[in-house]
Nanobody
Framework: QVQLVESGGGLVQPGGSLRLSCAAS????????MGWYRQAPGKQRELVAT???????NYADSVKGRSTISRDNVKNTVSLQMNSLKPEDTAVYYC?????????WGQGTQVTVSS
């Protein structure tokens, strides 16, 4: 069974930084695109950033220039460094990965940006 486990969420002040990490475990033969999505209260889940196995990245306009996604193909991890955080970044952040041709989601980690 494949699992994605996130870590690194929490409470941060506006303008602060946070780093989210996600580790894939289980029987893994291949991991294609990995990414981060978020869902704020009352809103639909939205893309934050994705990264292909070859390292091609894609960012939502709302986080472009403030966030960096990276991955380690040996350790099967993906990370999201977020800087200059704003209150509107408050959401549950979910790790996503296409593993063994199946789409998997993590359980989510809460990020709250507030003074």
């Amino acid at each position: 069974q494949v699992q994605l486990v996130e870590s690194g969420g929490g409470l941060v002040q506006p303008g602060g930084s946070l780093r989210l990490s996600c580790a894939a475990s289980g029987t893994i033969s291949s991991i294609y695109t990995m990414g981060w999505y978020r869902q704020a209260p009352g809103k639909q889940r939205e893309l934050v950033a994705t990264i292909t196995k070859g390292g091609i990245t894609n960012y939502a306009d709302s986080v472009k220039g403030r966030s960096t996604i990276s991955r380690d193909n040996v350790k099967n991890t993906v990370s999201l460094q977020m800087n200059s955080l704003k209150p509107e970044d408050t959401a549950v952040y979910y790790c996503n990965g296409k593993i063994n041709y199946i789409n998997y989601w993590g359980q989510g980690t809460q990020v709250t940006v507030s003074s």
